[in-house]
């Protein structure tokens, strides 16, 4: 049957993929009540649209940290592509440049950045797990930037690794005919089979649970490339990322992968974007499934979003063809809302055009006296 949105590719995913391998790509951690409140608190925020408006012509290009893109939609860091289909993160680098986009490559993934890189041109990212030991840090990142990649978005948000009882069931590893591209020739490409989560004894065993804001700036020493901080939900740290020198930020709960009970990413939103005094620019992810979701997003105030499970979600269906989809299919939805809110281009798209459950009452009738 047709996928007409990009829901549809889960189950799809499901029927195709291993057990261990679904269930890590779906889970979130302990309850998973953030998981479900990343998408649930899309569906409470409403459109006040604007009518008459002439909606002939749409403009949805956007410039990030100076790069011209077609859309405010980009592919968010997701480790361990190949697991999903052979070609990977190969597949995600070709679907994200064919549509003008960017693509965010994940620090496990399991292709290279050079492998990456070699698919040919695109605007792409490199998402950075800061590991014990510093060299391999930056070596990645020496990496990265000689492969081209325009931008560090920096992980803040999994000092360990958050409570994924699936993962734990499943004894969830990486198979053994894939590594960690990244790191293999420094023999952490591997993950070693343990009692519960092979993912949390190797994030426990290699990951820096010192990292702190001191590190941010550590960073900016060892590469030119902007810093994204991702994983921000607080003014606070909002404030803080700006002044260790964040080049920008990215609204993130991990896709309710860490710490349960946290708010919806759309919920955070608004307040990070009001720290922020627009001295940066606040990007969003987590449950954003449909155009609707993206243009409520930059109601409040983002720069753009990012998306993480639609990609494996379609790569295990389809492939490259499966996220081209999926790109298109939001780009679609995206442009058929601005026309119907009355917004001919991303500037017009404003708070106005919203209504959330946190706005004092509008219009309410009068008491009679
Ligand atoms: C992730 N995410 C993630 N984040 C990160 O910084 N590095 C990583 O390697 C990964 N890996 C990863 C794997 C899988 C299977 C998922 C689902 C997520 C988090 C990701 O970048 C993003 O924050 C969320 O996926 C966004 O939420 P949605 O779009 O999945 O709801």
Redesign the pocket.
């Known amino acids: 049957m047709e996928v007409t949105n990009v829901k549809e590719y889960q189950a799809i995913a499901k029927e195709k993929l291993p057990k261990m391998v679904y269930d ?2 779906a889970s979130g951690a302990e309850d998973q009540w953030t998981l479900e409140e ?1 998408q649930n608190a899309f569906a409470r925020i409403l459109f006040r649209p604007r009518i008459l408006i002439d909606v002939s012509k749409i403009d949805m290009t956007t410039t990030i940290l100076g790069f011209k893109i077609s859309m405010p939609i980009m592919i ?4 361990m592509q190949k697991m999903a289909h052979p070609e990977g993160e190969y597949a995600t680098a070709r679907a994200a440049s064919a549509a003008g986009t960017i693509m965010t490559l ?3 993934a399991t292709s290279s950045v050079e492998e990456v890189a070699s698919t040919g041109p695109g605007i792409r990212f490199f ?1 950075l ?1 800061v590991y014990k030991d510093r060299n391999v840090v930056a070596q990645l990142v020496r990496r990265a930037e000689r492969a081209g990649f325009k931008a560090i ?1 920096l ?1 803040v948000d999994t000092p360990r690794l958050g409570r994924r009882e699936a993962d734990i069931k499943n004894r969830f590893t990486l198979p053994p005919f894939l590594t960690l591209k990244n790191f293999e020739g420094l023999d952490l490409g591997k993950m070693d089979e343990a009692n519960d989560s092979g993912l949390a004894s190797y994030v426990a065993g290699q990951i820096d649970r010192t990292l702190s804001w001191k590190d941010v700036k550590w960073l900016q020493t060892i590469t030119s490339m902007p810093i994204l901080v ?1 994983g921000v939900i607080t003014a606070e740290d909002t404030r803080l990322a700006i002044q260790a020198g964040a080049a920008g930020i990215i609204v ?1 709960n ?2 309710a ?1 860490q710490l349960d009970y946290v708010p919806a990413t759309i919920m955070a939103l608004e307040e990070v974007v009001k720290a922020a005094q627009r001295r940066v620019p606040v990007f969003l ?4 499934r449909r155009g609707t979701d993206v243009f409520k997003a930059l109601a409040l105030g983002a720069s753009g979003i ?5 990609v ?1 979600f379609s790569l295990a269906a389809e492939g490259e063809v499966g996220v081209k989809k999926v790109l298109q299919m939001l780009r679609d939805e995206f442009e058929l809302t601005m026309a119907l809110s009355g917004c001919t281009s991303l500037k017009q798209i404003t708070r106005n055009h919203i209504v959330t459950e946190w706005d004092t009452p509008r219009a309410r009738p009068a008491p009679r006296l």
């Open positions: 890590y790509y990343n968010a860091p997701t480790a994940s620090s496990w998402q797990y978005a992980t991702k993130s991990h896709g992968r992810d987590g449950g954003v990012f998306i993480g499970r639609p494996v």
